[in-house]
């Protein structure tokens, strides 16, 4: 059996972290094929670009793709709906035994497939063979939208060798990790922190030009927070267990790694009250949530945690580390390898 990977997330010089659980899931598979089995990966080369240059990178790959029309797999396998499909839908055609495997991460689904251009990509998806929702809102939005049945509702997998406790000293008490745009609710966590005591202690990693500066501002006005970039997995583990608290304020999501991640260091999770969220958090058991609609209430909930009892806290911090214990990396992977060879 071969199996081909193509996917618009993967590591580059200037996203070094930018889709890193694709190649982990590319490297664990690598690791629990047979000898007769062989996996190879097509990925986009990332950079920081505008409009145009994003454009022009999407073009730049399809190009690229184009010998591997001219290869035979057994199952190619799409991370990313939107815009890969067209390349896949094109290599159907020169190969129509081929399986079609793809996962659903969340703004594929949840946005970029619109009522302007869902009717086009329902065609093209009538390719794949088996879909791969990351989480249950995804796979409604996949039914919803595309009218394709569910395969099966796979996260990506974290590692927990990588991520655990560890007796860390906590010297945050809140940590954010994400891209700096809005729809991860950055600007809602800026303002929150504006309107908190200076004293309370933010982490925040991740980047993004325009908060980056608005950040820089608020640490010469006095404020405690510490800005970090590219951090690896090993440095993310410490950043976690160093925090009291992930805060991740989105206005849409798929299925949240870094929730399941700060949840196997034992980090109960702070989030917005999006349908998304409410399959990982469980309000006052691993974490808490604050509506969207009335973001004034995240600053009062980071303030009132902050006197939570050491009891309490580690009631959270147990239920977290026993949250997600069925979606580590291994099991997420096999379970991959049973779709391919199904």
């Not at 809102?137 to 996260?155: F, H, Q, R, S, Y």
Request: aromatic residues 12%; proline residues 5%; positive net charge.
């Amino acid at each position: 059996m071969r199996i081909l990977l193509i996917t618009s997330m993967y590591p580059s010089a200037q996203k070094k972290y930018s889709g890193i659980f694709v190649k982990n899931q590319f490297e664990c598979i690598q690791r629990l094929i047979t000898p007769d089995e062989d996996i190879a990966i097509f990925f986009m080369r990332r950079k920081i670009t505008g409009p145009i240059g994003s454009i022009t990178k999407h073009l730049l790959s399809f190009f690229r793709f184009i010998p591997f029309l001219f290869k035979k797999y057994d199952v190619v396998h799409l991370h990313s709906f939107f815009p890969l499909i067209f390349s896949a839908w094109i290599y159907k055609v020169f190969h129509p035994k081929t399986k079609l495997v793809v996962t659903f991460h969340g703004m594929d689904a949840n946005i970029q497939v619109n009522k302007k251009n869902e009717k086009l990509l329902r065609f093209f998806s009538k390719k794949i063979d088996f879909t791969i929702p990351v989480g249950k809102e995804v796979a409604k939005n996949v039914t919803k939208k595309l009218k394709l049945p569910i395969g099966k509702i796979l996260p990506v997998g974290v590692n927990p060798s990588i991520f655990y406790p560890e007796p860390k000293q906590k010297i945050y008490d809140y940590l954010f990790v994400g891209s700096f745009f809005e729809v991860k609710g950055i600007d809602i966590l800026y303002q929150s922190i504006k309107d908190l005591n200076k004293d309370i202690r933010f982490c925040i990693v991740g980047n993004g030009e325009k908060y980056k500066k608005l950040f820089l501002q608020l640490i010469n006005d006095g404020f405690t927070l510490e800005l970090k970039e590219d951090q690896t997995h090993e440095q993310l583990r410490t950043l976690y267990n160093q925090s009291k608290f992930l805060v991740l304020p989105s206005r849409s999501e798929g299925f949240a790694t870094v929730i399941v991640e700060a949840m196997y260091c034992g980090i109960p999770v702070l989030t917005s009250n999006i349908p998304q969220f409410k399959e990982q958090i469980t309000e006052n058991e691993n974490g808490f949530t604050f509506p969207l609609e009335t973001p004034e209430k995240l600053t009062a909930l980071l303030g009132n945690l902050m006197d939570i009892s050491p009891s309490e806290y580690q009631r959270l911090s147990a239920n977290a580390v026993a949250s997600f214990k069925d979606i580590s990396l291994d099991t997420v992977c096999t379970e991959l390898l049973k779709i391919y060879r199904k």
